[in-house]
């Protein structure tokens, strides 16, 4: 079994930034590719951006240039560095990693909440 346990969430004015991270523990062999999503409200789950644990990265269009993946692999910890942030930034993220040896092949975090006020 794997958790994955995010934090960072939280309220900022357009134009602010805010970084989540999220540490996965529990059983496993290795963590692969981890991710960030999110969900806004009304809307579809939709895909951040993700890692690689060789550090290959890929982005939603709708960040590209504003937010910036990241991960420490001993820690088994991404980040996301999310600059001027915009009110339709706001959602509910959610962490995702892939993981190897463990009881399943991919995993979610419980979603922490960034809300962009204008």
């Known amino acids: 079994q794997v958790q994955l346990v995010e934090s960072g969430g939280g309220l900022v004015q357009a134009g602010g930034s805010l970084t989540l991270s999220c540490v996965a523990s529990?059983?496993?062999?290795?963590?692969?590719?981890m991710g960030w999503y999110r969900q806004a409200p009304g809307k579809q789950r939709e895909l951040v951006a993700s890692i690689t644990r060789g550090g290959n990265t890929n982005y939603a269009d709708s960040v590209k240039g504003r937010f910036t993946i990241s991960r420490d692999n001993p820690k088994n910890t991404v980040y996301l560095q999310m600059n001027s942030l915009k009110p339709e930034d706001t959602a509910v993220y959610y962490c995702?990693?892939?993981?190897?040896?463990?009881?399943?092949?991919?995993?979610w975090g419980k979603g922490t909440l960034v809300t962009v006020s204008s």
């Open positions: 995702n990693a892939d993981a190897l040896g463990a009881l399943a092949n991919n995993y």
């Open positions: 529990g059983s496993f062999f290795r963590i692969t590719t």
